[in-house]
């Protein structure tokens, strides 16, 4: 629990739903329901709301996970500070060096690539 205020359990549901349709590589309401345990039609409600979001995309009875998630990291990674402040010297950095720069940042306890420059190779044309 953070501080005082006890979770909200649909919020942390919906977050399971996320999670097991990430593991699963997509699923229907059947096999949702199976794997975090809970009713198949408590699922579907689930898994209908996501895709009223459009975090979660269906089609034929099977959810998955959209590309809304990368777009929202990729403007969380352009938001960043670190990042704002140090790709022109990443780039400059990988020029000098021929190699790949990672910029990694800490967040929770954990390693997070917010950034890989990668060596541009130029290729003469004969």
Same mark, same amino acid.
Not at 24 to 44: F, K, Q, V
């Given at each position: 629990?953070?501080?005082?205020? #006890?979770?909200?359990?649909?919020?942390q549901? #919906?977050?399971?739903?996320?999670?097991?349709?990430?593991? @699963? $590589?997509?699923?229907?309401?059947?096999e949702?329901?199976?794997? /975090? $345990?809970?009713?198949? *039609?408590?699922?579907h409600?689930? !898994?209908?709301? @996501?895709?009223?979001?459009?975090?979660?995309?269906?089609?034929?009875?099977?959810?998955? !996970? *959209?590309?809304?998630?990368?777009?929202?990291? *990729?403007? @969380?990674?352009?938001?960043?500070?670190?990042?704002?402040? *140090?790709?022109?010297?990443?780039?400059? !950095?990988? $020029?000098?060096? $021929?190699? /790949?720069?990672? !910029?990694?940042?800490?967040?929770?306890?954990?390693?997070?690539? @917010?950034?890989?420059?990668?060596?541009?190779?130029?290729?003469?044309?004969?």
């Amino acid at each position: 629990m953070v501080g005082t205020i #006890a979770p909200m359990k649909s919020v942390q549901r #919906a977050f399971d739903v996320i999670d097991a349709l990430w593991k @699963l $590589d997509g699923a229907g309401p059947t096999e949702l329901a199976r794997t /975090i $345990d809970i009713p198949r *039609s408590t699922a579907h409600v689930y !898994l209908q709301t @996501l895709a009223s979001t459009e975090y979660v995309v269906g089609a034929d009875g099977t959810y998955e !996970l *959209s590309h809304s998630f990368l777009s929202m990291g *990729s403007r @969380l990674k352009y938001r960043n500070q670190l990042y704002q402040v *140090s790709h022109r010297s990443l780039r400059v !950095l990988t $020029d000098e060096t $021929d190699e /790949i720069v990672t !910029l990694v940042i800490e967040e929770a306890g954990e390693a997070v690539f @917010l950034h890989n420059e990668t060596v541009q190779r130029r290729y003469r044309v004969a």
